[in-house]
């Protein structure tokens, strides 16, 4: 439980970072009101891969099997040229037996965690919040309304965060020039139904194909589908719907068979990407979560696992220490510890897959896969690319009991005792 009294707690955004924070400080006694701009709650996006830290942190809220049930596991991450050279080939079981990503839909998370919480739950639509008092607690909507005053108000509004700003001005604040088109698709007789699959021409095209289950009410398997594009593209992308699919076809033939029942471009969500990085995540009762705290390119796919850690390293910070700043200072300082190496390789890797330098691209398509098969570089690549790694050379530490639970749920052939992975940390 929280070392100090129980808080009024405003949540801005519901999303990952405000659900799961909403259950997590509701589960320890705090009030929570939680403010969504969208006049009807639901979720925004396709598909995500949830790693071991985001999977902790279901885990933790007790909504793991759940997860599991309507997920897909996912043990390779793989990705080649058009030619089938390959680029990355990485497997979860070569950093450990127990690890494996879970692909999901936005729809069964968002509906998990929404379902979970019951007890205590206030929510106001349709209410875009666009004016905070950080030093009182309060917050303004659209309509001229004031909401608090709060003893804590998290800011979760997303990349496009308008309060971020009253928290501190970013140090770093710009829109990536490249986007995405994405959509769900029947998973029908695809092939690779545990693995992430990526596909490349140079750096100027990428499509994508992640294995993503089912979702409550739907029981049939699908795969999410991305395309890669640059944003100034978006609008107009897919209006010639012949020259579209002509396009994807010669990328990824079979991708674009299962894509013939989508509606194009009706059918195709729109996704643009920001990098942020603010100053500080905090001032007087207000901190900042999720990507309003530290947006980054989709290139690593860690957004949703960090805005569970995130919810997580909150609700610890708070019951370990009974004044807010004190708890505020240990929230940012745990998260940066782990979030900084994430910023630094999602911003030098953007280019070598998003952008019109062909020639950057060309020697990935020569040296990236030769690079990951050298001793020790693998094991550090593996690190980033499942969310383990802290800073440079740390590990990250997730509890012994979720370890062993992931363990006990893994196939019986890759079992093994998790007494070789002292503190917690993945060995």
């Known amino acids: 439980m929280s070392a100090s009294r129980p808080l009024r707690i405003g949540i801005v955004g519901y999303g990952t970072a405000g659900q799961a924070s909403a259950l997590l400080l509701t589960a320890d006694g705090h009030r929570v009101e939680v403010f969504e701009r969208a006049p009807q709650l ?108 709060f003893d804590l108000v998290i800011v979760a509004d997303g990349a496009a965060s308008a309060l971020r700003s009253s928290v501190a001005a970013p140090a770093l604040d710009r829109p990536y020039p490249w986007g995405a088109q994405w959509c ?96 500080r995540w905090h001032r007087g009762r207000a901190a900042l979560m999720g990507d309003a705290a530290h947006a980054m390119s989709p290139q690593l796919g860690q957004g949703v696992n960090m805005a569970l850690a995130d919810a997580l390293a909150l609700r610890d910070a708070l019951r370990t220490h009974a004044a807010l700043p004190d708890a505020f200072a240990a929230y940012e300082r745990r998260r940066r510890d782990h979030l900084g190496i994430y910023h630094f390789w999602s911003r030098w890797l953007t280019p070598l897959f998003q952008s019109e330098r062909d020639r950057l691209a060309a020697m990935r398509d020569r040296v990236f896969h030769p690079m990951s098969r050298l001793p020790g570089g693998r094991g550090q690549m593996l690190r980033v690319l499942t969310g383990t790694r802290r800073g440079w050379l740390g590990t990250y530490a997730m509890a012994p009991a979720f370890i062993d639970a992931l363990s006990e749920r893994a196939p019986r052939s890759s079992q093994h005792p998790a007494t070789d992975r002292p503190g917690g940390e993945i060995a």
């Open 42 to 149: 639901g979720p925004v996006g396709a598909g995500f891969l949830l790693q071991p830290t985001g999977l902790a942190v279901l885990w933790e809220l007790g909504l793991l099997d759940a997860a599991l049930a309507h997920g897909a596991r996912v043990g390779r991450l793989f990705g080649e040229t058009v030619a089938g050279r390959a680029v990355m080939d990485m497997r979860y079981r070569e950093l450990d037996p127990c690890l494996f990503g879970l692909g999901m839909q936005r729809g069964a998370l968002f509906g998990l965690l929404d379902e979970a919480w019951r007890d205590g739950r206030s929510v106001h639509c349709g209410r875009r919040i666009v004016e905070m008092d950080a030093e009182c607690g309060l917050l303004r909507d659209e309509h001229g309304e004031e909401h608090g005053a």
């Open 184 to 279: 769900l698709v029947a998973q029908r007789d695809w092939g690779f139904v545990d693995e992430l699959r990526q596909r490349y021409v140079g750096a100027r095209r990428m499509a994508g194909m992640l294995p993503v289950g089912t979702r409550p009410g739907d029981p049939t398997p699908r795969l999410s589908f991305f395309w890669s594009l640059p944003t100034a593209d978006l609008p107009a992308a897919g209006e010639d719907e012949a020259a579209w699919r002509r396009d994807v076809a010669e990328v990824w033939p079979e991708a674009a068979a299962l894509l013939r029942d989508t509606a194009v471009p009706g059918g195709l969500a729109q996704a643009r990407y920001r990098d942020t990085v603010q100053r």
